[in-house]
DNA sequence: CTGAAAGCGCTTACAG
DNA sequence: CTGAAAGCGCTTACAG
């Protein structure tokens, strides 16, 4: 690697020189031509190390993920990759692996590196670590769930309305023994589950508790939980999954079962994508505008590394969408809403 | 952000050790316990960027995909961030977008933030980047396919076999009319075809053109070749995918048809993990272990940067597995192999 | 516009 | 074991 010195060596300008011109200000236009063939020769780029370490700006924001098991946070790597990228500020990638346990400070991790920003969707554990960032000043953006109390920009879903949509659309077809699978794990999920019991007792449903499950966020979790739903006396007539994993999950018991979707049962999944048309009929889902939310958070991150930061906390709060297919039954006839 | 300039100021002692001390070297355990005091009084971390820029290593590997749209680089990122991490190892993420174009030379990018080396599932465009890489003496692992002539370690599928193993256990299955889904795009996609075309080829069935497709690698590609196949005056009575998101397109587009799988059309998908059990019946599909290839590679390159790096190349080829599902009609009686 | 000098926060020989 | 000094490759005031 050549450095400053070596384009010195070639030009015979200054350091500080050299610096302007990598730094876009103003350089005699002969210096500029001097500097861009002594660079071309030497097949010189500046180090970005040591100008982080000088300027105090990584130019760099740490992306903290509680895992990289789900396409839900592929997607929104994808996406704040791109916006980022096109604004020239790199990436770096942090899971949280909450469950393992004593991995490590990931956000400390991420300041030692002196990231300039961290984007998260947020886990319990990493609560202290992004408060101690935002006390030192440095900007953080929440997707998914927000840190109480954390003075911070976020981008979440409505997850209440995104819960009762799916049960207004139940009822609405004449359901009235309906599952759901979702989980504690996280605030965004208890609120999709206040959201669904909250619509059941509007509508004057039972909210039997046989009907929740709360398993692990996983394929298999789904997959039992659907399981025992699957040998209750008198089975529900339409299950409903919170996320991506369990609507998987919980479809792959349903098919084991030899069940029919949705003559036997009815289906609203989560945030499938093209995955809802992978089956026959295509599923009914909720789904988030992954994509967007994606690139608010990467915008809101920008907008706070840029000149002017405005002062107050944002939070945009997105609404998730219904996406119709034909694995929701009608029972009855259908009820006026 | 404290400095070791205030622990100096609270233990008296001088950089030298203090550095000592956080690379685990030894220290009279008096001073041990005055640094540890005043870390925690100061909430000090070192800076990693500083340690970097004078030690010459980063302990940051670069990871170079292609894009970041799709369920085998978001596994691969899994399995290497979670290796790498056991070892304290950050990553540093870019994506090539190649299609794009003009997004700027993300190799150099890496290069200029000083990382001790790259793990990549290379494209064309990165080749030269990689080679100049090389040629500094970073190390670099290539995934899924090689660059030629390029001195690196690499964790390859035998993707000839893989395409070769479809068309066998079709053909096998009484099916001759076989249309395949591939691609151009890459060495990869290129050697699953030629396996494809080989296997047919000995098993004397027509390799017929009409029958082949190489679209976009895009859930939207595939669709669009499924639906031609499916208005072929005869079309075929089986098809094979040769990526996830192409299978994803092609049982999407015959979901829309009508047909029904595998009464009306066998079908074996690339890569599809959990998904293959989404639909009724589930699908038969070749697969790679990606979670090995992940961890391979994270171990190849961790070897690299420990102490006694081997000298030469390694290419660790692995197989792909056929899992049984559903998704395949049995014509006539079944041939003898 | 340009250059000489100091310094970002560490690590690294080198003496002691 | 410890400390004083130089330096990693840049950027940043400050003069000129």
């Known amino acids: 690697m ?89 990436m770096l990638i942090c899971a949280d692996h909450s469950a393992e346990g004593g991995v490590g400070d990931a956000v400390r991790e991420l300041a030692g590196r002196m990231v300039d920003g961290v ?24 997707m998914d769930w927000i840190v109480e109390g954390l003075e911070a920009d976020a981008v979440i879903l409505d997850n209440q309305h995104a819960g009762a949509m799916a049960i207004q659309q139940l009822i609405d077809r004449g359901h009235r023994d309906i599952a759901y699978i979702g989980g504690n794990g996280s605030p965004t999920l208890i609120a999709r589950g206040e959201g669904v019991r909250a619509q059941l007792a509007l509508r004057g449903r039972p909210v039997r508790e046989e009907y929740l499950a709360a398993p692990d966020l996983s394929v298999e979790g789904a997959r039992a939980a659907m399981q025992r739903f699957l040998m209750l006396e008198d089975r529900p007539t339409a299950v409903f999954c919170a996320t991506d994993l369990l609507s998987v999950g919980a479809l792959i018991a349903l098919n084991e079962s030899g069940l029919r979707v949705p003559q036997d049962m009815s289906f609203i999944g989560f945030d499938m994508s093209s995955l809802a048309r992978l089956t026959t009929p295509a599923l009914d889902t909720i789904s988030q505008r992954i994509d967007e939310i994606a690139s608010t958070a990467a915008d809101l991150m920008l907008a706070r590394l840029g000149p002017h930061p405005s002062r107050d906390p944002i939070t945009v709060t997105m609404s998730a969408d219904y996406h119709a297919g034909g694995s929701v039954a009608t029972l009855r006839e259908r009820e006026s809403v």
Not at 128 to 136: D, S, T, W
């Open 119 to 142: 984007i998260t969707v947020p886990t319990e554990r990493a609560a202290p670590g992004l408060r101690e960032l935002v006390a030192r000043g440095t900007p953080i953006v929440m």
């Open 2 to 90: 050549s450095t400053y010195k070596d384009l010195q060596r070639l030009t015979g300008l200054s350091l500080a020189t050299i610096s302007k011109y990598y730094n876009g200000r103003s350089v005699l236009a002969a210096n500029a031509r001097a500097i861009e063939e002594a660079a071309a020769t030497l097949d010189f780029r500046p180090n970005t190390i040591a100008r982080n370490l000088r300027s105090g700006r990584s130019r760099t924001v740490g992306v903290l993920l509680p895992d990289l098991n789900s396409s839900f946070y592929l997607s929104i790597l994808a996406g704040i990759e791109l916006r980022l990228r096109q604004r020239g500020v790199s």
